[in-house]
């Protein structure tokens, strides 16, 4: 398999995982400092994650070209073809289920919102 001269690709991925590795141990408190502060803080995240998510679901498709593509010119075997995009098509329908939740989450966020603004009032 090629890889990309300068691996801008694989960089990006590793900086994605570390970002996201990183946001689960702030919130959880596991690196000493505070958890997430508030419910606009909850909010910003929560945004972020689903912006992430369809960032992921549009890159999925471009995997699978660039395998298919691979597969043609005779760089892939079959069999590694097989095994890839099954894992790239597994993938995307875990990737589906979370956008699913994850837009459900922010109507209970969105709904806890307007229930605390009124406690306040």
């Known amino acids: 398999m090629d890889v990309s001269p300068n691996e801008a690709v694989t960089a990006f991925a590793a900086r994605a995982q570390e970002a996201t590795r990183n946001l689960y141990r702030q919130a959880s408190g ?3 400092h505070a958890t997430i502060g508030s419910a ?3 909010s910003d995240v929560l945004t972020s994650l689903r912006l992430l998510t369809e960032n992921i679901g549009r ?4 995997l699978g070209a660039w395998l298919e593509k691979r597969l043609c ?3 892939l075997s079959p069999r590694a073809f097989d095994a890839v ?3 790239v098509f597994d993938t995307a329908s875990a990737l589906a289920r979370a956008q699913n939740l994850a837009m459900q989450l922010g109507q209970e966020l969105g709904a806890a919102e307007v229930a605390s603004r009124e406690l306040i009032a």
């Open 30 to 32: 596991l690196d000493g």
């Open 40 to 42: 606009a803080e909850i």
């Open 59 to 62: 890159s999925l498709p471009e």
């Open 73 to 75: 010119n005779g760089d």
């Open 85 to 87: 995009t099954r894992s």
